[in-house]
C-alpha cells in the first residue's frame, strides 16, 4: 500500500516542476504576439492654396533672349506666418521655369512671358515641390497680368508709333518749308509722316524685360504641404578643413648608385 502513494507523489511532482530552460507562461500571454511601437506620425502644416508670397528675382529676364525651359531664380523677401509661427521664412529660395515667351510683333501682338514656380529651399536644405503662378509685378507701370495664369504682357506701343509718325512729318514740314515755301512745308510734312508710319512697321513692340531686383509677387495655386520638423532641423555646419601649418621640405634627389 506504501508503493502505490509513493508513485503518485512522483507523479505530482513531475508535472508540476518547471526546468530552467524552459520560459514561464501565463494565461494572459500565451498565444500572443508583442506588437513593436508604432513610428511616431510626422506633423504636418498644410500652407493653403491662394496664400502670396514676395519674391525678388535674382537675374534678368527678358523675351527678346529667354527661352521656354530656362530656368528663374527668386528669394522671398518677407516672411510667411501661420498659427503664429514662420513657415516660409525670408531669405527662402525660389526656383521656376518659363513656360512660354512670345515676342512683340512688328505690326501688332504684345509680348508676353509666362513663367511658373516649382520648387521652394529653406536656408537649412529642406526641399518642397512647389505649384506656384505670378500673381503681380508690384510698381510696375509698364506691364500687366495677363490671365490667371500669370502671364505678363508688355505695354502697347501705339502711343510710341503715334508720336514717331508725328515727329518725323514736323522735321518733313521744316525741311520742305525752307526747301520751297508753303507748298513745300505740305510736302514735306507728308513724306515725313509716311516714313514715321515705314519705322512704326519695321520695329518692334515693347519687350518684357524684369530686371534682377525686382519684386514680384507669388501665388500657391495648390496646397503646400510642410513637415514640421524639416522646419525646425538645423542646416548642416560645414566643417573647415584645417590647413597644415608644417612647411613642405625640399626633396633632397640622390643620384643613382655607380655600378661601374
Known amino acids: 500500500m506504501r508503493l502505490p502513494g509513493i508513485l503518485l507523489l512522483a507523479t505530482g511532482l513531475a508535472a508540476g516542476y518547471q526546468g530552467p ?28 492654396a491662394g496664400t502670396k508670397v514676395p519674391l525678388v528675382l535674382k537675374h534678368a529676364v527678358s523675351t527678346k ?16 506666418t501661420q498659427n503664429d509661427r514662420v513657415v516660409i521664412p525670408a531669405g527662402t529660395y525660389v526656383q521656376g521655369e518659363i513656360t512660354s515667351v512670345k515676342r512683340s510683333g512688328r505690326v501688332k501682338g504684345r509680348a508676353e512671358l509666362l513663367l511658373h514656380f516649382t520648387t521652394l529651399i529653406y536656408p537649412n ?28 504682357q508688355a505695354e502697347g506701343s ?14 518733313g514740314a521744316v525741311i520742305g518749308g525752307v526747301a520751297a515755301g508753303g507748298k513745300g512745308a505740305g510736302i514735306g510734312a507728308g513724306v515725313g509722316g509716311a516714313a514715321g508710319v515705314l519705322i ?46 608644417r612647411r613642405l621640405e625640399k626633396p633632397v634627389l640622390t643620384p643613382p648608385p655607380d655600378t661601374h
Open 65 to 80: 533672349s529667354a527661352r521656354p525651359g530656362d530656368g528663374v531664380y527668386l528669394e522671398t523677401t518677407f516672411p510667411v
Open 158 to 171: 501705339k502711343g510710341r508709333d503715334v508720336k514717331t509718325a508725328a515727329g518725323t512729318a514736323a522735321t
Open 21 to 48: 530552460d524552459e520560459p514561464a507562461t501565463s494565461p494572459q500571454t500565451t498565444g500572443q504576439k508583442q506588437e513593436a511601437p508604432a513610428e511616431e506620425m510626422p506633423v504636418r502644416i498644410v500652407v493653403p
Open 200 to 245: 512704326g512697321l519695321f520695329s518692334r513692340g515693347n519687350e518684357v524685360r524684369l530686371e534682377s531686383g525686382t519684386a514680384v509677387e507669388m501665388v500657391l495655386q495648390r496646397d503646400l504641404v510642410l513637415e514640421e520638423r524639416r522646419l525646425d532641423k538645423p542646416a548642416r555646419e560645414l566643417v573647415p578643413v584645417k590647413q597644415s601649418d
Open 125 to 152: 536644405g529642406y526641399t518642397v515641390k512647389l505649384p506656384g503662378a505670378l500673381d503681380s509685378v508690384p510698381g510696375s507701370e509698364d506691364k500687366t497680368i495677363k490671365d490667371d495664369e500669370g502671364t505678363i
